[in-house]
T-cell receptor
């Protein structure tokens, strides 16, 4: 069965510092991979996605993620964090071929930004 | 373009009562999803509609949960009777279709069962 693991439940970084949020997935074939952000009281917003091709994908708000098949990982990065990036981040996976669109989410990583 | 609308935003009920949530997807989106997000966890799919047909309801507790999308647009999710463990945020999402299309999420309904 597909699964997604986000090893870090909570991360604190200083404003201006770099950020990396980890995501590992379990899936037999090439998955579709996503990162979403959820601010308090808000719905989930798609940051970026990987379907195929270039393994380094760029997203909104200055985020990027790299797909590494050998490590079954899809880590999210940002070179310089802003206070407004404080939120909860979810990695998700979906089926490849015959995709029904169903997303399987990790348990999330809460990002706190120190001034 | 208007986003996914959900109501109510908050609901508090006692166990064994019933409750209903409403979702209006983005205009033209054929696929609609209901997710349950328990505190501290990621969202979990409850049911997926393609137009007014059910694509996946494998994780819907059918003894107490029901959902419909009669005209292929709006959808309602009902819980009857509610249990304490149903306390969660219920998220509705929609997409143009199923394959390779982005899901847009509503703000959610936060349910507290006392």
């Amino acid at each position: 069965a597909q699964s997604v693991t986000q090893p870090d439940i909570h991360i604190t970084v200083s404003e201006g510092a770099s950020l990396e949020l980890r995501c590992n997935y379990s899936y037999g074939a090439t998955p579709y991979l996503f990162w979403y952000v959820q601010s308090p009281g808000q719905g989930l917003q798609l940051l970026l996605k990987y379907f195929s091709g270039d393994t380094l994908v760029q997203g909104i708000k200055g985020f990027e993620a790299e797909f590494k098949r050998s490590q079954s990982s899809f880590n999210l990065r940002k070179p310089s964090v802003h206070w407004s990036d404080a939120a909860e981040y979810f990695c998700a996976v979906s089926h490849g071929s015959g995709n029904t669109g169903k997303l399987i989410f990790g348990q999330g990583t809460t990002l706190q930004v120190k001034p | 373009e208007a986003g996914v609308a959900q109501s109510p935003r908050y609901k508090i009920i006692e166990k064994r009562q019933s409750v209903a949530f409403w979702c209006n997807p983005i205009s033209g989106h054929a696929t609609l999803y209901w997710y349950q997000q328990i505190l501290g966890q990621g969202p979990k799919l409850l049911i997926q509609f393609q137009n007014n047909g059910v694509v996946d309801d494998s994780q819907l507790p059918k003894d107490r949960f029901s959902a419909e999308r009669l005209k292929g647009v709006d959808s309602t999710l009902k819980i009857q009777p509610a249990k304490l463990e149903d306390s969660a945020v219920y998220l509705c999402a929609s997409s143009l279709d199923t394959d390779l299309t982005d899901q847009f999420f509503g703000p959610g309904t936060r349910l507290t069962v006392l």
